[in-house]
């Protein structure tokens, strides 16, 4: 069965970090994004990565704080977040996509994961 699985949100407080991961048997070899839904507001794309690794894209708004990585031999895709402030709150997702495009849209990504909560208060 075909799943993504996230995992390492929590609660932070402001200026913390954080490392969300996303299992992914099965997508060995699937771009894989993160994404990111706060209340009231609609998903919108944080950052994603190629298959191999070796591309990868971030919103504005996470360049510089944020990094993308994967282990391909434990099938997992890293999110390590920096300096996070309370409007990174949000339930973040993985979802892989077929072909890696570099786009953030959520439409050009075919399977997603439950998702994890990230709240950044004091």
């Known amino acids: 069965q075909l799943q993504l699985v996230e995992s390492g949100g929590g609660l932070v407080q402001p200026g913390g970090s954080l490392r969300l991961s996303c299992a992914y048997p099965g997508f060995t070899y699937y771009p894989i994004g993160w994404f990111r839904q706060a209340p009231g507001k609609e998903r919108e794309g944080v950052s994603c990565?190629?298959?191999?690794?070796?591309?990868?894209n971030y919103a504005d708004s996470v360049k510089g704080r944020f990094t993308i990585s994967r282990d391909n031999a434990k099938n997992t895709v890293y999110l390590q977040m920096n300096s996070l402030t309370p409007e990174d709150t949000a339930v973040y997702y993985c979802a892989a996509s077929i072909l890696y495009t570099g786009s953030l849209d959520q439409r050009r990504y075919d399977y997603w994961g439950q998702g994890t909560q990230v709240t950044v208060s004091s």
């Open positions: 990565i190629n298959s191999n690794g070796g591309r990868t």
